[in-house]
């Protein structure tokens, strides 16, 4: 594919609002995982949970989307200059050729759950000020995006589970190519919710510690929340020297079980192999790779077999998800976010809470932080249903 550009970007975890908390986080291998104190939630489990969601307040001409999902999206939208980023980017292109690419998992449905406690004791109604489509459905974070910018131009979201915000590259890349637009805003954005907590803590996934993402004892997931965008355009003529760029994506499908990944990695290794050759790069030519790294036994064993067959030992690799908990729909693009910070700050980002790597898993995972020259970094992102994709970015000469 052609490298595109990205232009402007930013990132909003329990690292903090913006790219200079989520760096200073990821240097100084902090993590934000807490116990769980979330809504009227009851369980052993960690959270990462982003500080003053709930204080956001939308647009008076916007209220119909308020709900905890569109909050922070809108928190994450004003961090680092990106809206106004955007609003140059519609000035110079004109709103019916700024696209909107988002990837979600559970959206809003917070707003439902709560709107259900509230239905009519005798008919079962769900409350009058309750709506659906602005608030719990998939597409309205990008929605809402589209009427936060008042753009025109095309908007979809994307909603693969873990795999959503990476996906969205791909399918923004593809329309770039097109045509059909000339910029596109691109990103996830997950919040925090009774049905990821207690889905994943039913399916037993959720850990009753801190999340240790390849640890020899891990044993499941921190539910995270976050948000995180870029904004993506073609190469200008004139573009900066150290500028980060999108330069393959990789999709593929297990085509094995629901919620279990293909044991030998077998769609992990398509997918990175698929955003290699995009990218017109070998295994040489990757510095670092961002794992998905759960902190599941199988997904992280899969994944590490898949790296393993491709890579090696020889490429530095990590988990942030000790750092930021699991961000679900939003981890594609918060990810995407780590990979453009480790190459504009020569960084390799460590993993916190993980204490002994896996020895069954033979490659270089880094446990702490560490300055080094980053060239080309790769990010996976796998979701339920055996969805994955993998992104490759690099910096312009």
Same mark, same amino acid.
């Not at 690292?15 to 809504?39: I, M, N, Q, Y």
């Not at 928190?75 to 519609?90: K, N, P, T, W, Y």
């Not at 910018?149 to 996906?167: D, N, Q, R, V």
């Not at 907590?197 to 240790?212: E, K, M, N, V």
């Given at each position: 594919?052609?490298?595109?550009?990205?232009?402007?970007?930013?990132?909003?975890?329990?690292?903090?609002?913006?790219?200079?908390?989520?760096?200073?986080?990821?240097?100084?291998?902090?993590?934000?995982?807490?116990?769980?104190?979330?809504?009227?939630?009851?369980?052993?489990?960690?959270?990462?949970?982003?500080?003053?969601?709930?204080?956001?307040?939308?647009?008076?001409?916007?209220?119909?989307?308020?709900?905890?999902?569109?909050?922070?999206?809108?928190?994450?939208?004003?961090?680092?200059?990106?809206?106004?980023?955007?609003? *140059?980017?519609?000035? @110079?292109?004109?709103?019916?050729?700024? +696209?909107?690419? =988002?990837?979600? #998992? /559970? !959206?809003?449905?917070?707003?439902?759950?709560?709107?259900?406690?509230?239905?009519?004791?005798?008919?079962?109604?769900?409350?009058?000020?309750?709506?659906?489509?602005?608030?719990?459905?998939?597409?309205?974070? *990008?929605?809402?995006? @589209?009427?936060?910018?008042?753009?025109? +131009?095309?908007? =979809?979201?994307? #909603? /693969? !589970?873990?795999?959503?915000?990476?996906?969205?590259?791909?399918?923004?890349?593809?329309?770039?190519?097109?045509?059909?637009?000339?910029?596109?805003?691109?990103?996830?954005?997950?919040?925090?919710?009774?049905?990821?907590?207690?889905?994943?803590?039913?399916?037993?996934?959720?850990?009753?510690?801190?999340?240790?993402?390849?640890?020899?004892?891990?044993?499941?997931?921190?539910?995270?929340?976050?948000?995180?965008?870029?904004?993506?355009?073609?190469?200008?003529?004139?573009?900066?020297?150290?500028?980060?760029?999108?330069?393959?994506?990789?999709?593929?499908?297990?085509?094995?079980?629901?919620?279990?990944?293909?044991?030998?990695?077998?769609?992990?290794?398509?997918?990175?192999?698929?955003?290699?050759?995009?990218?017109?790069?070998?295994?040489?030519?990757?510095?670092?790779?961002?794992?998905?790294?759960?902190?599941?036994?199988?997904?992280?064993?899969?994944?590490?077999?898949?790296?393993?067959?491709?890579?090696?030992?020889?490429?530095?690799?990590?988990?942030?998800?000790?750092?930021?908990?699991?961000?679900?729909?939003?981890?594609?693009?918060?990810?995407?976010?780590?990979?453009?910070?480790?190459?504009?700050?020569?960084?390799?980002?460590?993993?916190?809470?993980?204490?002994?790597?896996?020895?069954?898993?033979?490659?270089?995972?880094?446990?702490?932080?560490?300055?080094?020259?980053?060239?080309?970094?790769?990010?996976?992102?796998?979701?339920?249903?055996?969805?994955?994709?993998?992104?490759?970015?690099?910096?312009?000469?």
């Amino acid at each position: 594919m052609s490298p595109l550009l990205l232009s402007c970007y930013t990132a909003t975890t329990t690292l903090g609002h913006g790219l200079d908390a989520t760096l200073a986080g990821l240097r100084d291998g902090r993590s934000g995982l807490k116990p769980c104190d979330f809504e009227t939630v009851d369980l052993d489990t960690w959270i990462g949970e982003v500080t003053a969601v709930d204080a956001q307040k939308l647009p008076e001409s916007l209220t119909r989307y308020d709900c905890r999902n569109n909050r922070l999206a809108q928190l994450a939208l004003e961090q680092d200059g990106f809206a106004s980023h955007v609003r *140059a980017a519609i000035a @110079r292109y004109g709103k019916t050729r700024v +696209g909107i690419f =988002l990837g979600t #998992s /559970t !959206a809003g449905i917070l707003q439902t759950e709560q709107a259900y406690r509230r239905r009519d004791p005798v008919s079962g109604a769900l409350p009058e000020d309750f709506i659906y489509r602005t608030t719990h459905n998939a597409f309205s974070v *990008a929605e809402f995006t @589209r009427d936060y910018f008042a753009l025109e +131009g095309p908007a =979809l979201a994307i #909603s /693969t !589970a873990c795999s959503s915000s990476a996906k969205v590259f791909a399918a923004a890349a593809r329309q770039l190519a097109l045509g059909t637009i000339d910029a596109a805003i691109v990103g996830g954005v997950d919040s925090l919710c009774l049905t990821t907590l207690h889905g994943f803590a039913s399916l037993q996934l959720t850990s009753s510690a801190p999340c240790r993402p390849y640890d020899a004892t891990r044993n499941g997931i921190s539910v995270g929340e976050g948000a995180a965008f870029a904004l993506l355009e073609r190469l200008p003529a004139d573009t900066p020297s150290g500028a980060v760029l999108l330069l393959g994506t990789g999709e593929s499908s297990d085509a094995y079980h629901m919620s279990s990944p293909h044991p030998e990695g077998l769609g992990a290794r398509l997918a990175m192999e698929a955003a290699l050759r995009s990218a017109g790069l070998q295994t040489g030519d990757i510095d670092y790779i961002n794992l998905h790294g759960t902190a599941t036994p199988a997904n992280d064993a899969a994944e590490g077999k898949a790296v393993a067959a491709l890579f090696g030992n020889r490429v530095p690799c990590s988990s942030i998800k000790g750092a930021t908990g699991h961000t679900l729909g939003a981890a594609g693009a918060v990810e995407a976010i780590v990979c453009a910070l480790a190459l504009t700050h020569d960084l390799l980002p460590g993993s916190p809470n993980t204490g002994t790597p896996d020895p069954a898993i033979p490659i270089d995972y880094l446990l702490n932080s560490r300055p080094a020259k980053v060239r080309h970094a790769l990010t996976n992102s796998f979701g339920f249903g055996g969805s994955n994709c993998s992104l490759v970015f690099g910096v312009a000469p």
